[in-house]
């Protein structure tokens, strides 16, 4: 299992970024794919995640109405549209995969134990 995180950068506040997260050696339809950010000196908190099989989503409160995750499982890649961006989202982002979280997510639970880790894209966000 490989995770590729890209699309990150530097935008002004109320800018989009879309980040990319291309998988390899799975497919979609088995995984829960998440997105989690980590600023500096804050602990590592999800995002967003989806269940590709079934279309279900979840947003943290923080994000919602303002970023949307979506899937292509014919590129096996998940993304992660942002819009009106707060300089408070500066933060490295990452993609995880867990097969756990897809069952949970799919039972209305969402989990942010993931196995499976990216290795980072920094988003900054200039006020």
């Known amino acids: 299992v490989q995770l590729v995180e890209s699309g990150g950068g530097l935008v002004q506040a109320g800018g989009s970024l879309r980040l990319s997260c291309a998988a390899s050696g799975f497919t979609l339809d088995l995984y829960a794919v998440g997105w989690f950010r980590q600023a500096p000196g804050k602990e590592r908190e999800g995002v967003s995640c989806?269940?590709?099989?079934?279309?279900?989503?979840y947003y943290a409160d923080s994000v919602k109405g303002r970023f949307t995750i979506s899937s292509d499982k014919s590129k096996n890649t998940v993304y992660l549209q942002m819009n009106s961006l707060k300089p408070e989202d500066t933060a490295v982002y990452y993609c995880a995969a867990d097969r756990r979280a897809l069952f949970a997510l799919r039972a209305g639970v969402v989990t942010w134990d993931y196995d499976y880790w990216g290795q980072g894209t920094q988003v900054t966000i200039s006020s």
């Open positions: 989806i269940s590709s099989s079934d279309g279900a989503t």
